[in-house]
């Protein structure tokens, strides 16, 4: 069974800043099968990056995803007020722990 | 718009049941496989269970293998997850998703969720 292993655990930042989330493999996966959402308190999940690093329906070109093999990369470049929340990596039945981003 | 809602929730005694419903709409239902993911309160998401658009293959996470049943009624627009023997760490919010591509299976749209407490 796979692990994902998401890093940093909390990642505190400032509006404007840039954000790069990482989410680690324990065994080689294909990319087509690594997907990214953000939870925010009180809601569902959603889906912003799927095959590592396709961008589902309306989200914006801020976010990114890149990545192969073990290593996977959720960046995003200016950070909106609207971005802090819970972002977690998917591979199959596999969901990372989670990384919290927060308000500086 | 695609929609899913579920609903069923409730406070069950361990080693009781229950039965989730997911009803969707804004899309044909019978086209895409389904899931259930689950979250316990103040922790991450977990997957609990998948359905092929036909039902005829369903895959379970081990924990709930032999206790939970996942099934669909593609006529109905709906999914359904029977409970049974429910432990007090079984208690989550559930949420039906849409699983937005037979090969990726990634998951393209969620409902709101519904709260099931194991708990006496």
């Known amino acids: 069974e796979i692990v994902l292993t998401q890093s940093p655990g909390t990642l505190s930042l400032s509006p404007g800043e840039r954000a790069t989330l990482s989410c680690r493999a324990s065994?080689?996966?294909?990319?087509?099968?690594l997907a990214w959402y953000q939870q925010k308190p009180g809601q569902a999940p959603r889906l912003l990056i799927y095959?590592?690093?396709n961008r589902a329906t309306g989200i914006p070109d801020r976010f990114s995803g890149s990545g192969s093999g073990t290593d996977f990369t959720l960046t995003i470049s200016r950070l909106e007020p609207e971005d802090f929340a819970v972002y977690y990596c998917?591979?199959?039945?596999?969901f990372g722990q989670g990384t919290k981003l927060e308000i500086k | 718009e695609v929609q899913l809602v579920e609903s069923g929730g409730g406070l069950v005694q361990p080693g009781g049941s229950l039965r989730l419903s997911c009803t969707a709409s804004?899309?044909?239902?019978?086209?895409?496989?389904m899931s259930w993911v689950r979250q316990a309160p103040g922790k991450g998401l977990e997957w609990v269970a998948n359905?092929?658009?036909?039902?005829?293959?369903?895959y379970y996470l081990a924990s709930v293998k032999g206790r939970f049943t996942i099934s669909r009624d593609n006529a109905k627009n709906s999914l359904y997850l029977q409970m049974n023997s429910l432990r007090a760490e079984d208690t989550a919010v559930y949420y039906c998703?849409?699983?937005?591509?037979?090969?990726?299976?990634?998951?393209?749209?969620w409902g709101q969720g519904t709260l099931v407490t194991a708990s006496s």
């Open positions: 998703a849409r699983v937005g591509d037979s090969y990726g299976q990634y998951f393209d749209y």
């Open positions: 804004g899309f044909t239902f019978s086209s895409n496989w």
């Open positions: 359905i092929k658009q036909d039902g005829s293959q369903k």
């Open positions: 065994q080689s996966v294909s990319s087509n099968f």
């Open positions: 095959g590592a690093s």
């Open positions: 998917q591979q199959y039945g596999t």
